[in-house]
């Protein structure tokens, strides 16, 4: 069955007593149990039910069972939002003398994450160049907890080869986990690339025009014990797990997923295709174009589309400012992927409290525009971007 028919046809997991087609909402904190013994088993994983809506809850569920389909994942958990999706994965592998390796080319709350708020707990974080094998290869040891890395980096857009990062992690048994958001996990296979979880903010492709936060931890079942430490742990302790509504609102918007995002992706080929003509523009960013950098490992990992973001650089800060400004159609705003065009200022903003020699370590630019290609007619997407690029 085809990915788009099977993101319609995911059954639930009990009969609706109306039959309702879309996956009732069940917006109530508790459950009522049978008996006393299956209220324990309940409680203590015996039996796999609705105990509490902290914990798990039917309309969340089906969720999580519509991903598990769509990626053959071992198990899916839905969160709150990406970050809450990418703390969880982390903390159901870091402990306190443990490390990380990864990259400083992530985005702005990751790179916090990892550098301030685990630090504070005693991980460490080891950055390196992922395109350097033997980078990677020094940095990874026995304390490494995890090899965590963005498909496509955000707003560098940068292309790491998957096999090869999993070849040197998986030779000290140390789990890949991968922030998928930039491509739709329907357009790929993490698993056979060598990912063993990915995470996901669901709030970008997946919600359906920028309806609900989510996050999303798709988890290929390599090491098991991910599995517990997020269900019979982290989820209890934490209470990062999706709500009831957003976990409708993101079934709705899985369904129309791939429609929209062949749009999308169409648009942003399009326009990248385009802007790479207007002489105010000095560099146009996009792994689609055949003369971007990481054009052909992006076409081999990821296929043949190469997403919904792109950026463009202006001759300096002042003119990405003030492109910012005049633009009429393309809205001022953060988030990815909503049905309406974004763009963004990232080192003055997602980037903003950093100083200016981290941001140019990161290569986060002062002259760079990140742009969020929507649903609009590629013909006003351009002309905007062209009237506001104008001395």
């Known amino acids: 069955m085809e990915k788009q028919t099977i993101a ?9 007593a109306y039959g309702a087609l879309s996956m009732p909402v069940y917006h109530c904190a508790s459950f009522e149990f049978g008996s006393a013994k299956n209220m324990s088993d309940v409680f203590c994983g015996r039996v796999l039910d609705p105990e509490y809506s902290r914990i798990m809850n039917p309309t969340v569920t089906f969720f999580e069972e519509r991903v598990k389909s769509l990626t053959d994942a071992s198990n899916v958990f839905a969160f709150n939002c990406g970050m809450a999706a990418i703390t969880n994965a982390i903390m159901a592998v870091a402990k ?15 790179v916090s994450l990892f550098r301030n708020t685990l630090g504070n707990f005693g991980v460490e974080v080891r950055e390196v160049n992922l395109l350097e094998e033997e980078s990677v290869r020094n940095a990874v040891d026995e304390k490494t907890c995890a090899l965590f890395f963005e498909i496509i980096t955000n707003p560098q857009m940068e292309v790491a080869d998957v096999g090869m990062l999993a070849d040197v992690a998986h ?47 798709i988890d290929y079942g390599t090491f098991p014990v991910f599995n517990r430490r997020i269900r019979y742990e982290l989820l209890f302790n934490l209470g990062g797990y999706m709500t009831p509504h957003a976990a409708y609102m993101q079934t709705v918007g899985l369904e129309s997923l791939d429609a929209r995002y062949r ?10 295709t385009r802007l790479q003509k207007v002489p105010q523009i000095k560099r146009v960013n996009y792994t689609g174009l055949p003369d971007n950098p990481f054009y052909e490992i992006a076409k081999r990992q990821y296929g043949n589309t190469s997403g919904a973001m792109l950026t463009i650089d202006l001759a300096d800060k002042a003119s990405a400012l003030r ?3 005049r633009l009429k159609v393309i809205h001022r705003a953060s988030n990815l992927f909503d049905n309406r065009s974004l763009a963004i200022h990232t080192a ?32 006003d997407l351009y002309e905007d971007i062209v009237q506001a690029v104008q001395e």
Not at 8 to 16: A, G, L, M, V
């Open 171 to 217: 030779s000290h048994n140390v789990p890949v986990i991968a922030d998928t958001t930039l491509i739709p996990f329907t357009e790929f296979d993490g698993r056979s690339l060598g990912m063993d979880v990915q995470v996901v903010s669901s709030t970008k492709y997946v919600s359906g025009g920028a309806t609900s936060l989510g996050g999303l931890v």
């Open 96 to 110: 306190a003398g443990t490390n990380i390796v990864t990259s400083n080319h992530l985005f702005g709350n990751t």
């Open 263 to 272: 749009v999308q992706s169409s648009n942003a080929l399009e326009l990248a």
């Open 8 to 16: 319609t046809s995911t059954n639930y997991q009990k009969p609706d």
């Open 323 to 325: 492109f910012i400004d």
């Open 348 to 379: 003055s903003t997602i980037f903003g409290t950093f100083s200016g020699s981290q941001r140019r370590a990161m290569d986060v630019l002062d002259t760079t525009i990140r742009i969020s290609v929507g649903l609009e007619h590629v013909d």
